[in-house]
Nanobody, 126 residues
Framework: QVRLVESGGGLVQAGDSLRLSCAAS??????????MGWFRQAPGKEREFVAA????????AYADSVKGRFTISRDNAKKTVYLQMNSLKPEDTAVYHC?????????????????WGQGTQVNVSS
């Protein structure tokens, strides 16, 4: 069982930056063994993939819409995954959810993740 708690959301202006955090607690397994992902859901839209990171820090994936602006990272000692968001745009406004899974072939696949956090709201004004 893995419990995920996101933080760091807020209201910012276009062009600003935010760093989201996702703190994990796992009753089985170790945090470093989990694949971690960030997804977002805007009002009236489906939840979409944003970024993900495998056990290896160099193995990451990003949605085209955030590539070059967002960076995912993890601190296994702190059991935390981060999403650094730069050059934010109004279309980045959404609830951002952290997700975890022990094994998955396609780390961009929403339905493949087993554990989900409640989310943190990000609002970007123009």
């Amino acid at each position: 069982q893995v419990r995920l708690v996101e933080s760091g959301g807020g209201l910012v202006q276009a062009g600003d930056s935010l760093r989201l955090s996702c703190a994990a607690s796992a009753s089985g397994g170790t945090f470093s063994s989990y694949i971690m992902g960030w997804f977002r859901q805007a009002p009236g839209k489906e939840r979409e993939f944003v970024a993900a990171i495998r056990h290896s820090f160099s193995n990451t994936a990003y949605a085209d819409s955030v590539k070059g602006r967002f960076t995912i990272s993890r601190d296994n000692a702190k059991k935390t995954v981060y999403l650094q968001m730069n050059s934010l745009k109004p279309e980045d406004t959404a609830v951002y959810h952290c997700a975890a899974v022990s094994s998955i072939v396609d780390i961009t696949l929403r339905n493949g993740y087993r554990y989900w956090g409640q989310g943190t709201q990000v609002n970007v004004s123009s």
